[in-house]
């Protein structure tokens, strides 16, 4: 298997699950400060022209949840749950794709993606507007967590890998948690996972060296 992935939002939580799993696949990174993610080869993978990409064979999967319950279910592993647990993994990748992902976003683009790709200085009026619904939905899933460990209970899943994966950059982003210790805890927890602190083989060989 191949994994295309840039060191961004998305790819890390697949890079991250795929670290965990041990799956047996070649990280390849696509350098999108040089455009190529908009290569005629890379969008005949993915025609949004976006990072993560999963070869496996014949099959060509883009979507970062969709990449992490293959991944998971081809590992046999129970994160990609086969019982009834499904459906709520199914529920809270749902809710996080439209409701917690888009607003808590805004900080990771305003002072990581800008300042990075030189796209202009951080707008406090777009992370002022986002901030209210992202307490609003921080609410709903801090009283979530509250006598769980994670979000299905004792029991790890792919939810926690996409639900969580704006906290590693709370602290640089100004991501209002800090009134909701749930969320806080819960991190701390999913921080001792080391492939959720250090995702992205690339880039650790690349600092060794």
């Known amino acids: 298997m191949k994994l295309y992935y840039s060191d961004t939002l998305n790819p890390r939580k697949v890079c ?3 670290r965990h799993l041990a799956s047996p696949v070649e990280f390849i ?3 999108l400060g040089k455009g190529e993610h908009l290569t005629p080869a890379f969008r005949a ?3 949004n022209a976006k990072v993560p990409v999963l070869v496996d064979g014949d099959l060509v999967l883009w979507e970062s949840n969709a990449i992490m319950c293959h991944l998971a279910e081809k590992a046999g592993s129970d994160l990609w749950p086969r ?3 499904r459906i709520d993994v199914m529920r809270w990748l749902m809710w996080d794709a439209t409701e917690f992902a888009p607003l808590a976003s805004v900080f990771y683009f305003e002072h990581i993606i800008k300042p990075r790709f030189g796209i202009g200085e951080p707008d406090a009026a777009e992370t002022d507007k986002a901030t209210p ?3 609003r ?3 709903v899933l ?3 967590l509250k006598g769980r460990r994670y979000l299905l209970g004792d029991a790890l899943s792919i939810a926690d890998f996409a639900v969580a994966i704006t906290l590693p950059y709370a602290e640089k982003t100004g991501l209002p948690v800090q009134a909701f210790p749930e969320i806080r805890r819960w991190h701390a927890q999913l921080n001792e996972l080391p492939a959720w602190r250090e995702p992205f083989p690339a880039l650790q060989a690349a600092e060794a060296a």
């Open 142 to 144: 801090d009283a979530h």
């Open 16 to 18: 991250a699950l795929a």
């Open 45 to 47: 993978m993915n025609p």
């Open 133 to 135: 619904g992202f307490q």
């Open 29 to 31: 990174r696509v350098e």
């Open 137 to 139: 939905y921080a609410k």
């Open 83 to 85: 019982d009834a647990r």
